[in-house]
């Protein structure tokens, strides 16, 4: 596997994770929130809320050891106006910054519940904007045909959802068997169970979808740069041999078959047993989770430029 | 393309502050060491003194010195000087862009010179060996036990075998410096009584034997900016632009430049001489030139191209009516190539396509071309002639020039190498060797495994009929060609593991070479940049020059030059006043360049020439035209042959053909015949397990095996072997893969450089990587002299580095 | 405003010996793997085999290139931390007391001109020898080359003289970073993006 660019692969999964994370937790506040009450929901949501932040602090770590000089780094957000890597310094910053407070108003319980929805929908935007922006740092490389496509903002997006929804359904479970376990194994009370239920069929449904989408980009992509010839097409053999397939496999097992289980589990989570669901959940993430690493040094591994 | 990543850590250079105090720091205990006998402490001489410093590099001083090795070429290098530490080197800086005025600049290998100087194989101090010959394992001595154990060598191999046990072995690492160089060993040497000779070169071991017996000397043909005044330039295995890239690479680009003549280029590979000056290809199989000259002589001949009354004036042995007395009819050199000779067989352009490889419509295109241009200049490489048939290689592409009466006249030539102009510098007198018998220079294993066994008729002893010792002493200086650029390296280096046969081996060197490894006493010289000399130009057409090579720091380590080195040895064997009449280096030099002066008073006195650094002069006769005299009044300026004309037909070989005892399947023809050997394209073709010519072109980063191990130059031009696709198609082998190649003789492994510039069917190893083998064997350095052999050439005993058939396969 | 400069490579005349190269190095003490100037060579072609006899169609050339300052650099459009700028005289360079070592603008250049000091973690480029220029000096590769392949000045001046031409095979389509640089093509030289032959050295770029 390619591991020159290893920070650059920790770092954007990480980031595109969080901001994946983050959007679907709004996602299963903004619907919960209608059938469920207020305290339930942000019983589930917010342990997976605070796992976001050290996440997002592990990717910005992990950018710093690109860094040729890290005594530098503060000047990277000097050319704000012409480079996209300022414009993801800064965002990244931002997202990570406003999700920090959001989660502090959380906590504290910090202002109106409506400001603090204000507070996570602007955090949001911004993160999908991070997200934008850093697949424009490769995008707008005219020199690297493999990165010129719209291939690449498709799959940065294709990995925040994807890997958002697992880390989510992840995320819940592991709160669940840990208030389980604290409260001596006692059973799920009615509403709790019935939005795991709920927010579970949703995160296996999602991770079905962004597979289908995911499978629909890697062979276009693939194909556009074999007939582009050239660099494009020296690129395109990266996309073979045994870590293509690996990635592959993994993505496939986690998000499609997994998938399906955890949608299939959770309409019956209570014969299923919460215990089934919580390693489904953690084995379609972990599953995925590495297929992206994979397919991350895959992407940087691709970079063949144009010239000399 | 840079991979994102690859960077690796800098080797010596790139950490210039830090290591170069280090370094200055060591070179100032060094000099401490330096005896009152070379002192540098005479007023106005010395780095310290010198006029130029630089507002640039902030350096103190600015010397003037050269490039000093075996390129032909030899470029001046300006050093510019910091506390005592090289920082800069920059090359000639007078001149412009014209040919004759021109500036001299160095190549690519001039340019790296501060990280051969700066090298981490430096050798530091007198050493002697402690394990197996070869292996590498050293011990630091002092000079005096040195001195000492070297002298009582001498001494008593001298006494016990006589001085033709001594060998000064092949080196031209110091090619150039009148006292820096091997003049200074073979001087010393003298002084103790002589020392086996050798004759003829690594290089031009073929030719320089066999052009005598066509032209009565070795005469070269006009320089290349008589190109100027050529129809048509041929290139005959002749690769200035990747051998002597600096002066002589100039010279013939701007002759081009400025006549529009049609060049074609005659080699195996595509080489850079073709793909910048040359206009037509001929690619020709390795060791097949004869047959490809034979048939286009059949195109000249019977399409009644050929210059006859050039022939029938200048020339013995074209037609029957023109051969020696007492040769039986049907030698002459028309019968061989119309079929009415011995061998019957026609020479037609279609026999010689299929040895050559080239098509016949190419052939007689050439021929024609050849033939139709007036005047046309044809010169040789001297590759085709280190190849088993390299005499008649050569002697087949003077017959070109013969046919077409080119010889000695403007635009035209001899078919031999270019030549330059120089005009006279003096050197150190070398004195006489009492010893007058010699060797063929790449038979010295040869001499130490058999010696006695050596004849005259056999193994080409000259000066008497069979040697009575053999070689017991080595003196190896400054040189490589113990392993390294000497044949079948692993079969050496076994060989002299039998300490009972070569019983001392001195070498001195500046690296630690793959030759130096083998040293029984191991001694630090210094470069040329720490000592002052006076160096002859080099290779630059017209343009003549001498180079005040002055002294820019001082010895680094505890390193001495080698002058004094003998001169403490002379001491210790009681010929010091002999050797040195009492002065030192700084006064002999002195001296050569009063000398000089004395023939060329231009040349301004010694401070205004040291400023100066380069005194160049054009040559006063325009172009040099060798046989220029002879073609003017052949009667009044005879060649030095038996007939004093052109001998197509030797007689001189047809009566060593005669006498000589040669190993089975050679020969050796008195006209220059195609003649099948071992190893040549016909076994190829049905050699199963070797079926590929291997060939060592010169590489752009080395001259010889000097500069192999400077990394600036190894980044540049790193050692591969050339296949072309077809053959590394069949091996599954891609540009880069790391592969073997091999035969019988040994194994080494390098990165594949898979090109269309090389013909199917022939791999071409750079000559000069240094000699790595591993615990297996496996030489990983890349040395083409891991599968080289010890054969030699029929009448030359010149070496046949070139031919060899190999292997090659993905690592 | 003062002339912006631009350099002219000579394709005809260039043998890849890489005394332009190695003549940059050591004028600024590059270590192995910091290479400002890089030549790579182009090469391609076929071999048809008829029996013994063979017949070469074979092409190769060389292009020399350290950095084109050019009119659109997208090192400096792509670099975070504005170390990477150009100077009135169109030279390109890196202040090393700004720049991050993030080289971006290394897989954005496609000459490959801003070369990574590993030691130092800085980008490092060629910046024309801005010292000897100052002096009245040619460039250090201009002054190496044995071969006069490399001539610099004033980029019109260059283009009135030797023609426009930046387009040619390894290079990239001129118009992605507008390169001062004006080549004399080698006669196998191929049109960018049309090339049938390939880098033959990408290893030593």
Known sequence: MHTAELPMIVFTVAAQMSVGAFVVLGIVQVVAGRKFAAGTVEKMTDTALYAIGPVMVLGLIASMFHMGDPMHSLNVIRHFDSSWLSREIVFGVGFAGLGFLFALAQWFKWGSARLRQVLAGVTAVVGLCLVFVMSMIYYTLETVPAWHTWATPAQFFATTFLLGSLAVGAAFMGSIMWRRRSAGGAELDESTAALLTGSLKGVGLGAVAMLGVEFVIIPLHISNLSAAGGAAAESAAVFSGVWFVARLVLVFAGAGLLGVFLYRYASHAKDAGVRMLAIVATSAFVLVLAGELIGRSQFYEQMTRIGM | MTAVGMTETPPTIGMPRRSFLKWSGAAGGGAALVGAGASFGIPGVGAANAAAASPITGADSVAWNSCWVNCQSRCPLRFHVKDGTIVRVETDDAGDDELGSQQIRACVRGRSMRQRIYNADRLKAPMKRVGPRGAGEFEEITWDEAFDTIAAELERIIAEHGNEAVYLNSGTGTNGGAIGSRSSVRRFLNCLGGYLLSYGTYSTGAIQIAAPYTYGTSPSTNTFDDAVNSQLVVLWGNNPLETRMGGEAFVIQKAKQMSSTKFIVVDPRYSDTASTVGDEWVALHPGTDAALVAGMAHVMITEDLVDQEFLDTYCVGYDEEHMPEGIPAGNSYKSYILGTGPDGVVKTPAWASQITGVTSAQIISVARQIAGAKPCAISQGWGAQRQMNGENSARAVFMLALLTGNVGIPGGGTGDRETTYNFKVAGFPELKNPVGTSISICMWTDAVERGPEMTKLRDGVRGKDKLDTGIKFLFNYAGNTIVNQHMDANRTSKLLQDESLLEFILVIDNQMTASAKFADILLPDVSNVEQRDLTAGGSTGDLGYVIYADKAIEPLFDSKPIYEILTELAKRLGVEEEFTEGKTQDEWIDELIEATRKDTPAIPPNEEFRAAGVYRQNNPAGHVIPLKAFRDDPVANPLKTPSGKIEIFSKQIWDIAHTWELPEGQRITALPEHIVGAEGVEEARTNEKYPLQCIGHHYKSRTHSTYGNVPWLQEAHPQMVWINPADARERGIENDDVVQVFNDRGRIELVARVTPRIMPGVLSVPQGAWYRPDKDGLDRGGSINTLTSWNTTPLAKATTAHTNLVQVEKA | ?205
């Open chain 3, 1 to 205: 405003m003062a002339a912006e400069l631009g350099f002219h490579f000579d394709q005809t005349l260039c043998n890849g010996c890489k005394a332009c190269s190695v003549a940059c190095k050591d004028k600024h003490d590059l270590p192995v793997g910091v290479t400002w100037r890089r030549v790579a060579e182009y090469s391609g072609g076929t071999w048809q085999r008829d029996g013994n006899t063979v017949v070469p169609n074979v092409f190769s050339y060389y292009t020399s290139i350290a950095c084109n300052h050019c009119e659109d650099p997208i090192c400096v459009r792509v670099c975070p931390t504005t170390a990477m700028s150009q100077g009135p005289d169109g030279v390109v360079t890196v202040d090393q007391d700004v720049c991050v070592g993030c080289r971006y603008c290394e897989w954005a250049c496609p000459y490959s001109a801003p070369q990574f000091d590993a030691e130092a973690g800085h980008m490092t480029k060629c910046d024309l020898c801005a010292d000897y220029r100052s002096e009245g000096k040619d460039p250090a590769c201009v002054a190496a080359c044995p071969s006069r392949a490399l001539s610099y000045g004033p980029v019109e001046e260059l283009r009135a003289e030797h023609g426009d031409l930046a387009g040619v095979e390894p290079l990239p389509d001129p118009a992605i970073t507008r390169p001062r640089l004006v080549i004399t093509p080698h006669r196998d030289a191929q049109p960018s993006g049309s090339g049938t032959g390939s880098v033959a050295n990408p290893e030593e770029l």
